[in-house]
């Protein structure tokens, strides 16, 4: 039973442009929500997360939004660089669970 | 600070045979998870232990094991290895294991069962 969804697979953008990745989730015990970025041959790179309290929360060009309601959360990447081409993976997590709950991730691909 | 250090890189292994992954996890963190990552697949969820106790147990056959050492190191097993097990396998550590502490990732296993 997939409880995050990442429902498009890849997204491809101009350099310079903003990216946007999409996740939703069928769990509404989830209460942090994560987004991880990951290069091939390596582990996953942690990124930004957002607690459910909130719905936004920015680190430099990462910007991540939290719709509770929607059961929806998006990644913004502005301006986007080419050494913003990865797999990004957007995760959850519930209290006591002592696990994430990953989505299949969006291949990105910044083209110059 | 050193990382989630997993060994080895890589495997190669034959069906019906055994394997033992390890994960060194980052000082000061007691909670090391363990997830499985295939093509075209997310993280799936294996298991996770905090002081040498598994907490919570992904949807895998009994062949997957695991155990977490006093210093917080942790090893997976896999037996009777399946042309399926192979993947990339993908430990992490964070410092309690629960929502709002973010987990850090070795760079995984990759297992391959020929």
């Known amino acids: 039973d997939q409880q995050v969804k990442q429902n498009s697979p890849s997204l491809s953008v101009q350099e310079g442009r903003i990216s946007i990745l999409n996740c939703d989730y069928t769990n509404s015990m989830f209460d942090y929500f994560l987004w991880y970025k990951k290069y091939p041959a390596e582990g996953p790179t942690f990124l930004i997360s957002i607690s459910s309290i909130k719905d936004k929360n920015e680190d430099g060009r990462f910007t991540v939004f939290l719709n509770k309601s929607a059961k929806h959360l998006s990644l913004h990447i502005v301006p986007s660089q080419p050494g913003d081409s990865a797999v990004y993976f957007c995760?959850?997590?519930?209290?006591?669970?002592?696990?994430?709950?990953f989505g299949a991730g969006t291949t990105v691909t910044v083209r110059a | 600070k050193a990382g989630v250090t997993q060994t080895p890189r890589y495997l190669i292994k034959t069906r019906g045979q055994q394997v033992t992954l390890s994960c060194s996890p980052i000082s000061g963190h007691r909670s090391v998870s363990w997830y499985q990552q295939t093509p075209g697949q997310g993280l799936q969820f294996l298991f996770e232990y905090f002081s040498e106790t598994q907490r919570n147990k992904g949807n895998f056959p009994g062949r997957f094991s695991g155990r977490q050492f006093s210093n917080s190191r942790s090893e997976m097993n896999v037996s009777t290895l399946e042309l399926g097990d192979s993947a990339l396998y993908l430990c992490a550590s964070s410092q309690t294991g629960n929502s709002n502490t973010e987990a850090f990732f070795g760079q995984g296993t990759r297992l391959t069962v020929v």
């Open positions: 995760a959850a997590h519930r209290s006591n669970d002592y696990k994430l709950s």
